[in-house]
């Protein structure tokens, strides 16, 4: 039987399409997935196959940007079971040291095959012959083998955005062998950290028999990067309108900006670093008058409860602070939930004298390598977290654990005190590391490893 072919040389596969149509726009989708992959996919000109983020929505292929967007329909039913369930109430949790308890559900399960199939069968549809096909994170997991079986002519690469667990976690899974056999798919299997991989091969190797590496196959860590260029040029723009000293104007021109962004997600640390910050101001360590928190948070995945809960958690506690703490001359955190487009981040970096990223797991943390690129030449302090994938190459950061407030508020205290000769030192080392590991070079490895790869050399794992 021949296979039905498309036209698409290269498509990415993702669980959303880089944007979604708004009122008279279009706007880019949340996270850090769709950040990095679209300059990638417009340099391509690829297909991209992904779902709207509407449910029941039954919108055409279209072009946009320099890509061809391929919608796959979800819906509302797949939406509820699939997205919110499985894929961010199962995997998400358990993938983020499990960081709220994941839930495990036989229904959640069925209905992430079936979509998963739906991509797999997307793709079958649309790739040219021979064609490079790359899957992206933890939602199409199974989508390499089945892809595999419907079209053994194309090579499948595959990235995780977020971390591997270790197998004491990620044995917890009830599917945990069909996981690991769609993953085993892929030509390439790619991580954000080394630790990933070492995780990913420990689980094959111990739930399956299976060497990850056998049969040609390559498991590589890649850690992702951001497009270090571009940032300046937005800092530069920014800083022409005279935004940044708009933005601590607006604040009351307080003496330091302590900035986070993130989306509202339990893995970001949100909380744990509002309640560092209010032990800080109680302490006397930091002054509220003196000292303005802005926390931007994304709004995320608003119909799971549990991110309900959160957000209701978050917006308490920054009430409860600023009750304590606010004077006539305003707030000491302005929280802010709503998204903002890349040029306004760009400007709040440049306005913000400490980048607080201190997520409890995540599987890079973008924000901390944007950061540093803005601020070249600038200065600034960057707190970061141990457990986030940049820390493994942004040395020069206060690296801490945000699980202890103790030294969570130490690292920001010694932030706020570093004098800027140091700060300008260590600012200037990191910029120079993600200028030189940029988004570029991470997506030609990857896809030069696709290609050096022989597709028709792996065996399929039984599905
Ligand atoms: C993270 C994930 C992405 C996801 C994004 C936004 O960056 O790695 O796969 O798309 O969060 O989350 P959402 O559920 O809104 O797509």
Not at 57 to 82: F, K, N
Not at 98 to 119: D, G, K, L, M, Y
Request: charged letters at 25%.
């Amino acid at each position: 039987m021949s296979p039905q072919t498309g036209r698409h040389s290269f498509l990415v596969v993702a669980n959303r399409l880089p944007c979604r149509r708004a009122a008279d726009a279009w706007r880019a989708s949340p996270g850090g997935l769709v950040a990095t992959l679209a300059p990638v996919a417009t340099r391509h000109s690829a297909g991209w196959i992904g779902w709207s983020g509407i449910a029941d929505d039954d919108t055409d292929p279209g072009e946009h940007a320099g890509m061809t967007l391929i919608p796959v329909r979800l819906s509302a039913a797949e939406v509820t079971a699939h997205y919110e369930g499985f894929a961010n109430s199962t995997i998400w949790p358990l993938y983020h040291d499990n960081v709220i308890a994941p839930r495990f559900s036989r229904s959640w399960w069925e209905s992430h095959q079936q979509v998963n199939r739906r991509f797999a069968e997307a793709v079958a549809a649309s790739a040219a012959p021979g064609a490079r096909v790359w899957v992206h994170d933890y939602q199409l997991q199974l989508v390499p083998q089945m892809v595999r079986r419907l079209r053994p002519d194309v090579r499948i690469g595959f990235f995780c955005h977020i971390p591997f667990p270790p197998v004491g976690l990620f044995a917890q899974l009830p599917w945990r062998a069909e996981v690991l056999s769609g993953l085993l798919g892929a030509d390439v299997i790619g991580f954000q950290r080394r630790a990933d991989v070492e995780n990913f091969t420990a689980a094959c190797i111990r739930l399956l028999g299976i060497d990850p590496r056998a049969e040609g196959r390559i498991v590589e860590a890649y850690p992702v990067s951001v497009d270090s260029a571009h940032i300046t040029a937005l800092a530069r723009d920014a800083e022409r309108q005279d935004e940044p000293e708009r933005i601590r104007a607006d604040l009351g021109d307080p003496q330091t900006v302590l900035l986070g962004i993130d989306r509202l997600d339990h893995t970001k640390g949100i909380l744990e670093r509002l309640l560092a910050v209010e032990e800080l101001f109680d302490t006397g360590a930091l002054d509220p008058v003196t000292t303005r928190l802005v926390q931007i948070a994304v709004p995320s995945r608003e119909a799971i409860p549990a991110y309900r809960d959160l957000r209701a958690e978050v917006e308490r506690t920054v009430g409860r602070i600023n009750g304590k703490f606010a004077g006539l001359g305003g707030a000491s955190i302005h929280y802010l939930h709503r998204d903002y487009p890349f040029e306004s981040v760009v400007a709040w970096y440049l306005a913000a004298d400490v980048l607080l990223a201190t997520s409890l797991r995540d599987g890079m943390n973008l924000v901390a390598k944007e950061y540093v690129a803005a601020r070249r030449g600038r200065g600034g302090v960057l707190v970061l977290s141990e457990f986030a994938g940049a820390a493994d190459e942004l040395t020069e950061a206060l690296i801490v654990n945000p699980h202890d407030r103790d030294a969570l508020g130490a690292a920001i205290t010694r932030a706020v005190r570093m004098e800027s000769g140091g700060a300008h030192t260590r600012i200037e080392a990191m910029a120079a590391t993600v200028a030189d590991r940029s988004l570029c070079a991470w997506a030609t490895r990857f896809l030069d490893d696709l290609e050096s790869v022989s597709p028709a050399a792996l065996t399929v794992p039984p599905e």
